[in-house]
Structure formats: C-alpha cells, structure tokens
C-alpha cells in the first residue's frame, strides 16, 4: 500500500461524533425467541426496496437481540413518536429483564407475526428476515416487509437522534 492511500482506520470515538452529525429516526425492534419477547432501540434502521418492499436494520452483535432475531426470523418494527421518549430509553438500556421490560407499555401483537409493535407509534412493519450480512460488530438484518401500519395523527412528532441526543422533529401542526 502506498503512503497516500488511506488506511481506513479511524478512532472509534471521532466516528461516532461524526455519525452523531446524521439525525436518525428512533425505532423499538421486538422479536420472540422461545416464547419470551426481546426488544431494542434501533436508529440504524431504513428501506431498502419498494418491490419487493425491503427494509433493514443493524443489530449488535454482542446482544442478546442478536441471537434472538436470527433464531425467530420475523420481526417488527416502531417508529417512535416524539412523545415516547422514555420507551426509547428503557430499551436501549442493556441488561434489563426480559419477563419485564414491556411492563407499562401499550403493546399490541403483530398481525402476521405475533411480534409486539408499541401502541402509539408513528408507524410500525412486521418482516420476514430476507437475509442478513456482516457489518463488522454489527449484522445487517435486511425483512421483507409482510404488514404495516401507520398510527392515526399527523400531528404527533417523530423522535429523532441528533448530536448525542433525543430530539424533536415536530409533525403536522395544522
């Protein structure tokens, strides 16, 4: 390798303040993995195709979700409102207990796959796992999409991550 090309190595921590420049919807992922719901907060999350209707998802791969989703091969997807916040918090918080983590939170099971979606969310999608790939400490979970829904106002805000942050992206005011 010549020394003007690049190494393709930088610090860890100035790439993450660098993608913390990228304002990200914040989505809840919940799959099911011998009977017991697994959930995680996903901002790496976007469509892929329109047909056939694609979507993906980056899971870590040191975290229980991880195992959880491949095993199940269906999952689903919420698009959190400005509004739910805290849900966003419990589950991006690593450790906590599977048979309670859903305990005062509006749930309703997935049509198709059974997978919980959050009452409330500005949208959600339940997918068939379409095939996944390595991303380095990440796998790339790309789901064919097999039902949606979208929540019934346009005034509530999405919730975005944005320089090391939760913020609000305020919605249809009219």
Known sequence: MSSTEPSGSVPAADFRVA???????????STSQDGVAHAM????????????????VCVDKGVR???AVLD?????????????????YRFARSGRDLYSQFDGIGTTAGPKTGCL???????WLECRTWATYDGGDHTIVVGEVLSLG????????????YSRGYRELPGDRA
């Open 41 to 56: 907060t996903a901002n790496a999350f976007t469509s892929v195709s329109l047909d056939p209707p694609l979507v993906l």
């Open 65 to 67: 979700m991880h195992a």
């Open 72 to 88: 199940c091969g269906y999952w689903a997807v919420s698009v959190l409102s400005a509004a739910q916040q805290p849900i966003a």
């Open 19 to 29: 993608l913390g420049k990228f304002a990200a919807g914040i989505t809840i992922m």
């Open 117 to 123: 979606v959050v009452d409330g969310a500005l949208s």
């Open 150 to 161: 979208n929540g019934e106002s346009t005034a509530d805000g999405a919730l975005v991550y």
